[in-house]
């Protein structure tokens, strides 16, 4: 089953970088955006963590909660923070029971082999923690300031 727009919140939990456990139904009370990425210290997820930590106080301003996810342990989490000064908080879905609720555990293919991995995508949820949109398969390039530019949106209806 894949997560579609209007459904709620999945109830899992992740790791966040000092080992806490972070249940996403607690993320209710205001906009909230979870990103998924595939690996620490790559060129595309350095660059989305970058962008999204550059926006970050554009997306508090609004209220917003924002969180990067892959499957890096914390320590790696905390050495990508600390060695690109990011600002948006990253999380370690250790289980792999949030990327199975929402459909990013795929099977990809590079120069000809297949392989299971994490498919980029973001989802933003509203204040009673229903989904107001999905991106899947992202293209980094701009995709942070789409982000931000649906919650406004949504914050206008």
Known sequence: MVI??????PAVTLDG???EAIALADKL??????YFYPKDDTSG?????????????EFTALGAEV????????????????KYDLTVPLATDTSGAAM?????????QLY???????DRSTFLFDAEGK???AWRRVRVPGHAVDVLESIKEMQAR
């Not at 579609?4 to 919140?9: A, F, L, Q, S, W």
């Not at 009370?29 to 979870?34: D, I, Q, S």
Request: aromatic share 12%.
């Open 67 to 82: 969180l990067g996810v892959s499957k890096d342990p914390p320590i790696k989490h905390q050495k990508f923070i600390n």
């Open 29 to 34: 009370g205001k906009p909230f955006v979870l």
């Open 17 to 19: 970088t000092e080992g």
């Open 4 to 9: 579609e727009e209007g459904d709620k919140i």
């Open 112 to 118: 000809g082999k297949r392989y299971m991995g994490i």
């Open 100 to 108: 199975e609720a929402f459909g990013v555990w795929v099977e990809k």
């Open 45 to 57: 997820c350095t660059r989305e963590a970058q962008d999204f930590s550059a926006l970050i106080p």
């Open 131 to 133: 989904l107001f949109r």
